[in-house]
């Protein structure tokens, strides 16, 4: 609950722009996120502020989750009209003439996402988001192993029956919940219209007595998407381990820089082509650390 109530901070205290009647009708919803068995999993909706795309928040679609808000992502593009252009590019390329009529998102290995190319329902190819490599076919493997770094994998197939049925549980609480604060056939506000002063006023008690005057404090400024006690933060690319390992070290020290930032500085590409770390080149890891702390951070090989 308190990473949703995080997001929902996120969203409410950025004003955000309403789309005109046009961009509604060239883009009505958010694109959806299938998993590998074809179930909808989760919507992947885009933040504006202004003109500019600030990130994009899944929301999921799935009871599976057990939560509404799964993920809030700032400082990386989502333009899905883009994503969809280039993908076709390259699926030209490697189908020649073989005709598709269904495109679509689908989280090859949660939650990482490809584009998968259809005909009739069947699958004729499926490209890793911005890499556009062909995400391999789904090998046996036993169930308590975990799957490998770029391997195709079902969400849902592979999470047990009792975490889905408590995740289950606990979703019907939540929605209980907030039916007996604002009943659906009287509500107060939109929920789908992100307005904080409307959701205050529908459902803030009308006198609150503040207890405490404190603030979290957090590894870094984007405190909406982590624990207070300790950051994660996943790779960007297949093959950025060690880009997403060095930006959680360095936020630990209070040193915030985007993964695409880090990589730059370790050589290692671009989101678009993106690279792994040299064999045997280990104290680029230390020379970045130093350079972005500007030698505050000493650091030595052992």
Not at 32 to 47: I, P, Q, S, T
Not at 84 to 108: G, I
Not at 171 to 178: K, S, Y
Not at 223 to 245: F, I, K, M
């Amino acid at each position: 609950m308190s990473q949703g109530l995080s997001s929902i901070r996120f969203f409410t205290r950025r004003p955000f722009r309403r789309r005109s009647s046009k961009e509604r009708e060239s883009n009505p919803r958010a694109p959806a996120v299938h998993d590998v068995n074809g179930e909808l999993l989760f919507h992947r909706v885009l933040l504006v502020k202004g003109r500019d795309s600030i990130g994009f928040a899944d929301i999921a679609a799935h009871a599976a989750f057990g939560d509404v808000v799964l993920a809030v992502s700032s400082g990386l593009v989502w333009d899905e009209k883009q994503l969809r252009k280039e993908a076709a590019r390259e699926a030209k390329r490697r189908l020649n003439e073989t005709r598709y009529d269904e495109v679509r998102f689908v989280a090859y290995s949660f939650p990482k996402v490809a584009i998968q190319f259809l005909a009739d329902g069947r699958e004729l190819l499926m490209l890793e988001l911005h890499t556009w490599k062909p995400v391999p076919p789904v090998r046996r493997r036993a169930r308590d192993k975990p799957p490998a770094n770029f391997e195709r994998w079902s969400f849902l197939d592979h999470l047990p029956t009792a975490t889905k049925r408590r995740r289950l549980e606990r979703l019907l609480e939540r929605l209980a919940h907030w039916e007996r604060r604002s009943p659906a056939k009287n509500r107060r506000y939109k929920p789908e219209v992100l307005d904080r002063s409307a959701f205050r006023r529908a459902l803030d008690p009308p006198r609150r007595i503040a207890l405490f005057d404190t603030r979290e404090l957090h590894y870094t400024t984007n405190d909406v998407d982590h624990h207070p006690c300790y950051e994660l933060r996943g790779q960007q690319t297949n093959v950025w381990c060690v880009a997403a390992s060095v930006e959680m070290m360095l936020d630990f020290y209070r040193y915030e820089y985007a993964q695409t930032r880090i990589a730059t500085e370790l050589g290692l590409g671009t989101i678009a082509s993106p690279s792994g770390l040299p064999y045997n080149h280990d104290s680029w890891v230390v020379d970045t650390l130093q350079t972005l702390s500007s030698t505050a951070l000493t650091t030595n090989l052992n």
